[in-house]
């Protein structure tokens, strides 16, 4: 028996959970039945690719039973050995685990949610259990472990003989011994109705195993028979029919793979036969995912080929300005083995990505026409990534320039440049747009004053992003966007020139040129101000004030 800690954000993330994390406490059964079909994906893979498997039999399966004190889930998947188990249920692989914590709101609701999303999945069942044991074999290895915890900063590890671990085989039973509060779920029809929640369309059979009271002749009871049912549909829901499939269905099957709670913003199915064939089921979730903007974010796509999974930790399959996007891309021409650098350069993977990208594009395009209310949702939570697509996919830039919103002196709420175009006055020559960390600030800004004087709308840019790319933009539709703090933004504004009051002004120019000296570029007279007396404005060729800041924080 060996004794080991865990790793101290486990740790802080026990403490959590099993002290403020109350709400939709039932996830605990879609995060280990998850984890389960995980295992089966991996095992089904080496099956069909590696010859030391070829020749193992194997049904996968996940066997879910349960006693008055206990919730038992087993697979018979890759499972793991002794170093697996400390390392898998002892620490937290990924990086991002402190950003994790600092995430958590206090709201219990959100809180749990995140769980689910951030994939601190198995942890989870301390929610429900006082103690919980892992009985585990790994394919191809004749040792089974067990692994036990009553999550309180240490957990066990030894050798088990098959009769201990109560199965033959490779793969992992869990027992859970259940709390006060997991004592709710020790019943056929929560069990169920949960596993048909969150886990109808995993790909495995799920079978659930109960007692069930017979009656004699007479309506007696005559004690019990033990029996077995499957309680999810088990399919490879993209494959169906769309004409067979309730919106009901794409939104259960997002819970599955989204790890969310909450029903998708929306879905776009696509099956497409031809030249190439593959399947593709995208969805948008309500709600950015944590870690949108943490560099090592988890994606959000999976990849089968024919059914069979094969990695959901390609950031590849879509460009990373799309990285919300949750799903699945199914390929029945890609070979089973394909390797991940081969994936990269793969011709049937480069015209599926550009298709997908094409076809989710399109999809919100309609429903920034169709749907305003829906598209308002979609800018809120995204509009910030679809600018990342400004200067990162120039091939769809023109789309992707219908696409995003900003905020303007004209109109509350978000604002196309379509639309500000559809409002410039006859002569206007530029789209007008003022850039800084406020918005408040950039709304009193003195160099807003003259453009308010002549009615022309200006496009307030507070989002730090809006910097880095909107330079770029160049045109919309050959108008040119000008940034208003731009010494040449000036062209709208001008009155007729004035040689006699340029001529009565010269001498204070000079004055001033002389007390700042070399601190300055130029001194000028102005027409964009109205009531301040002077502003300091860019020279068109300098980089703007944030992006000095920034060339300065990184060093240059
Ligand atoms: P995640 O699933 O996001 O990796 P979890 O906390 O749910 O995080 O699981 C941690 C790890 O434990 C898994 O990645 C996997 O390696 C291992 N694991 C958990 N359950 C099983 C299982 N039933 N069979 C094999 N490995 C498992
Ligand atoms: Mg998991």
């Known amino acids: 028996m060996a004794k080991h800690s865990f790793q101290t954000e486990v740790g802080q993330l026990l403490q959590l959970i099993t002290h403020s994390l109350y709400s939709h406490k039932e996830i605990f059964i879609r ?5 389960s079909s995980d295992a089966l994906d991996k095992l089904k893979y080496l099956t069909l690719t590696d010859d030391q498997f070829k020749e193992l039999s194997f049904e996968p399966r996940i066997d879910i039973s349960f006693t008055d004190d206990g919730i038992t889930i087993q697979d018979n998947g890759i499972g793991m050995n002794e170093a697996d188990l400390t390392e ?3 620490t937290i692989a990924k990086s991002g685990t402190k950003a994790f914590l600092g995430q958590l709101t206090g709201d219990t609701k959100k809180d749990s949610n995140l769980i689910g999303q951030f994939g601190v999945g198995f942890y989870s069942a301390f929610m429900v259990a006082d103690t919980i044991d892992v009985f585990s074999r790994r394919a191809g290895e004749d040792q089974a472990y067990q692994w036990s915890s009553d999550g309180k900063g240490e957990f066990e590890t030894a050798p088990v003989s098959s009769e201990q671990a109560g199965f033959e085989g490779q793969g992992t039973r869990i027992i859970l011994h259940i709390n006060e509060e997991g004592k709710e779920y020790a019943n056929r029809w929560q069990i169920e109705q949960v596993v048909k929640k969150y886990s109808n369309h995993i790909a495995f059979p799920i079978f659930l195993h ?4 017979q009656y004699d002749d007479k309506g007696k009871e005559k004690g019990t028979e033990a029996k077995v049912s499957q309680i999810n549909s088990a399919n490879a829901l993209w494959k169906r029919p769309k004409s067979e499939l309730a919106e009901s269905d794409y939104h259960e099957f997002y819970k599955t793979i ?3 709670t909450e029903d998708p913003l929306f879905y ?3 099956q497409a036969e031809g030249t190439l064939e593959y399947t593709t089921l995208f969805y948008v979730p309500k709600k950015a995912p944590f870690d949108l903007f943490h560099a090592d974010y988890k994606p959000g796509v999976k990849l089968y080929v024919k059914r069979v999974f094969i990695t959901d930790d390609d950031k590849e399959l879509l460009p990373s300005y799309l990285r919300f996007v949750r799903g699945v891309i199914d390929s029945e021409d890609l070979p089973l083995n394909v390797s991940r650098e081969i994936l990269q350069q793969n011709r049937v993977m480069v015209n599926i990505r550009n298709a997908s990208v094409k076809k989710l594009l399109g999809e919100f395009t309609r429903i920034a026409l169709e749907d305003k209310e829906t598209y308002k949702s979609f800018i809120d939570e995204f509009n910030r990534p679809l600018k990342e697509g400004l200067y990162s996919d120039y091939a769809n830039k023109e789309q992707l320039l219908e696409l995003v919103r900003f905020k303007s002196t004209k109109e509350e709420g978000w604002v196309s440049l379509e639309e500000y175009k559809s409002r410039m006055l006859p002569d206007q020559k530029a789209i007008y747009y003022i850039t800084g960390e406020k918005e408040h600030v950039l709304r009193n800004s003195p160099l807003l004053e ?3 004087k002549k009615d022309i709308e200006v496009l307030i ?3 730090e992003i809006d910097e880095i790319v909107v330079p770029g933009i160049g045109t919309y539709k050959e ?4 940034a208003v703090n731009r010494s040449d933004a000036g062209e709208d504004l001008k009155e007729k020139k004035d040689k006699k009051k340029e001529k009565e002004t010269q001498p204070v120019v000079e004055k001033i040129k002389k007390a700042l000296g070399d601190r300055i570029k130029d001194v000028r007279v102005s027409v964009r101000l109205a009531d301040s007396p002077s502003c300091i404005v860019m020279d068109e060729s300098d980089p703007s004030f944030q992006m000095q800041a920034m060339l300065k924080a990184m060093g240059q």
């Open 450 to 452: 003259a453009y308010k």
């Open 258 to 260: 989204g790890h969310d």
């Open 31 to 35: 995060e280990l039945v998850s984890n």
């Open 210 to 213: 109960y007692d069930e009271k």
């Open 479 to 482: 108008v040119e966007l000008k």
């Open 88 to 90: 898998h249920l002892g």
């Open 461 to 463: 840019m507070d989002d």
């Open 268 to 270: 776009l199915h696509t």
